[in-house]
């Protein structure tokens, strides 16, 4: 599947960044190990993100904490917090603050305030973009209604028509959005970064954490003493005035002016070490990292990001960490002075919790980061659909009985196709609308009654005919067991009835078809099909031809490019020389193209690994690029700078 629409928005990003680089001749090493491409290319000279973002200010102040400040407009200030490390946790609260220890942090920059209503309307007002809540699940509503003596559960209650925008009480523009979704939060900071030029991403948790108590291990932003009324919005007097005392333990002796939330920066001496605020109070904050009770035990000492994301789950069950507490939520401090971990949400600035990331609270919002370690993800989406109107089927002879199904305009996978005395059996069935097409092709071939499908992947390129396809015959659909598990989420129609994880063989017309198991390349359920009579294999999206493109991995299903490498060299010596190569995408192919692509792989992959090796960021190694040898590449399916991020990513989870 193409990737690349996604990688698009994401690296324009980057590529908006790139004219604040300056070009050098290659004088720096990259350390003893050579590669022939090296001498191809030159290195831009290193630029810290904290001279990329003083570059783009409007203005550059130091605060009254002492900081470097930056106003890049429409209200996004962001204060500097230098490297260095700091002690992340506490002992005195809940288990999942344990064990404390030192993180070491690179430069950021972190947002002064939270992302305001005025500020998220301006997002929605230039996208047309629809939050997770307005999509139809809506929004958590806090009701102050205490259960029940003996009952479990928060007084907290889904509005169906509850919105950043509708959050059921006064809100101004000069306050914390909030009733937006992990997901939602990732979206803006996907068109923040366009707008800047700058990659915005979410704080990560120790970047959150660090910012709101500095390095002396302070309680709260302001110190170790209680909130009172000047520091901090929380569940004070005014909150119990409104919905009364509950589970929450709200200061009733407080009044910090506020039942709900208050306009951002009204607390100056609830400031963080570095001037920020709002970090205890007003809304909890999603931050970038997935929650896990047990990270600390085992996370990077350097730079952590959180857990890394499980494939194959869908949001709703990936939770996200949520930070600082809310006006919902407590101190975390008793009477006396001593931290009472139990309960949870406070205002503490160690306390954690999580959250699933596509959920909405009427207590829940963020704020933004700029650390040029990452760059800005758009959330997941479903998979982009290109225009399929006006495409037609072509119908290539392979070999012997074998057909090759093309789609016009690169826009499906291709299909195999076994036509003969026992009927029609095909590799794949592209999109559903393109059934029509198919079953119009297939008939051509006068090959009757259409008996086995076998899915090389679950991509929709791929697979989404199933439904139509199976439905319209007697045909059973065949596939990995893991593509099975992938579309669970679709209807029923679609699902493989037969599975696998080894190899499988169908003795059909006269021969034997093998579909052998390579996941772990393209995707977790990678599956070639080879026609051993009639010399012809399908590699599915381990490879595509005309080296026009670079090849997927689908990290977030499950691929990696190590592993495509390692298993076409698997795939090697099983296929003839003299065979007929069907890529995923792209014209009829051979064993030579083949050996083409894998040394490609091979090069890239061994390019990427060593500038990442020397300290590169991946900003830099896209900036580089990959050299003569590929300029010609790129400019189909996937484009050289989305391989490349393909490749760095894939060098921390390879094989
Ligand atoms: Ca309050
Ligand atoms: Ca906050
Ligand atoms: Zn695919």
């Known amino acids: 599947m193409r990737q690349q629409f996604r990688l698009v928005t994401v690296l324009g990003v980057v590529v908006a960044t790139l004219p604040a680089l300056k070009y050098a001749p290659s004088v720096e090493r990259v350390g003893s190990v050579e590669s022939a491409l090296e ?326 919002g963020f704020r933004i980061a700029i650390d040029g370690l990452r760059i800005a993800e758009a959330p997941s989406t479903a998979s982009q659909k290109p225009d399929l109107a006006g495409v037609e089927i072509v119908t290539h002879a392979v070999s012997g009985n074998i057909y090759m199904l093309e789609a016009t305009g690169d826009v499906a996978g291709n299909i195999a196709v076994s036509v003969g005395p026992d009927g029609i059996l095909v590799v794949d069935d592209q999109w559903a609308e393109l059934t029509r097409a198919i079953t119009k092709a297939l008939r051509a071939l006068d090959g009757g009654a259409l008996r086995f499908i076998i899915n090389t992947h679950h991509h929709d390129d791929h697979s989404d005919g199933n439904a139509n396809l199976a439905g319209g015959s007697d045909a059973l659909v065949v596939a990995h067991e893991r593509a099975r598990e992938r579309l669970l989420s679709k209807d029923s129609a679609h699902w493989p009835v037969i599975t696998f994880n080894e190899a499988l063989s169908l003795h059909f017309n006269g021969e034997e078809v093998r579909a052998l198991a390579i996941p772990g390349g393209h995707t977790d359920n990678d599956v070639v099909v080879f026609f051993t009579g009639s010399n012809v294999v399908h590699l599915g999206d381990l490879f595509n031809s005309g080296t026009s493109s670079f090849p997927t991995a689908d990290l977030q299903s499950g691929g990696n490019a190590l592993a495509m490498l390692a298993n076409l060299d698997a795939l090697l010596p099983m296929i003839p020389d003299d065979a007929a190569v069907i890529p995923g995408h792209g014209p009829l192919s051979g064993k030579a193209e083949l050996y083409r692509v894998r040394k490609m792989l091979d090069d890239t992959i061994n390019l990427v690994r060593i500038r990442k090796a020397a300290g590169r960021s991946l900003e830099e190694i896209i900036a580089a690029g990959l050299g003569r040898e590929y300029e010609g590449w790129g400019y189909g399916y996937m484009s050289a700078d989305g391989w490349i991020e393909m490749i760095y990513n894939s060098l921390d989870g390879g094989p």
Not at 122 to 137: K, L
Not at 241 to 268: F, I, L, M
Not at 292 to 315: C, H, I, K
Not at 333 to 345: C, L, Q, S, Y
């Open 39 to 364: 001498s191809a290319v030159s290195w831009p000279v290193r630029e810290s993100i904290v001279d990329r973002v003083l570059a783009a200010a409007k203005r550059t102040t130091t605060n009254t904490a002492g900081h470097r400040e930056v106003d890049l407009g429409e209200g996004h200030h962001f204060v500097l917090v230098p490297a260095g490390s700091f002690r992340m946790g506490s002992d005195e609260g809940l288990d999942d603050e344990r064990p404390t220890r030192d993180i070491e942090l690179d430069d950021y920059w972190i947002a002064k305030y939270p992302v305001t209503v005025g500020q998220f309307r301006a997002f929605v007002e230039a996208t047309g973009y629809v939050t997770d809540a307005e999509s139809g699940q809506g929004s958590w509503q806090w009701t102050g209604e205490v259960p029940e003596e003996g009952e479990r559960g928060d007084p907290w209650e889904p509005r169906l028509d509850g919105g950043w925008n509708n959050i059921y009480f006064e809100q101004g523009d000069d306050h914390p959005v909030g009733s937006v979704s992990w997901n939602d939060a990732q979206a803006f900071c996907a068109w923040l970064s366009s707008e800047l030029g700058l990659a915005v991403v979410l704080p990560t948790e120790a970047q959150w954490e660090k910012a709101a108590r500095g390095t002396e291990g302070r309680r709260f932003p302001w110190g170790n003493e209680a909130p009172d009324g000047r520091r901090a919005n929380y569940a004070d007097a005014n909150f119990v005035g409104k919905y009364g005392p509950h589970t929450r333990r709200p200061d009733a002796e407080v009044d910090d002016g506020y039942v709900e939330t208050s306009p951002v920066g009204a607390y100056d001496p609830g400031q963080s070490p570095y001037g920020i605020y709002d970090m205890a109070g007003n809304l909890g904050e999603w931050v970038y990292d997935i929650y896990d009770r047990g990270y600390y035990a085992g996370s990077p000492r350097r730079n952590p990001s959180g857990p890394e994301r499980p494939a194959g789950v869908a949001d709703a069950d990936i939770d996200r960490v949520n930070r600082g507490g809310s006006w919902v939520d407590w101190a975390g401090v008793d009477a006396d002075g001593r931290v009472a971990p139990e309960g949870g949400h406070s205002i503490r600035a160690a306390a954690r919790t999580g959250d699933e990331q596509n959920s909405s609270d009427d207590h829940m």
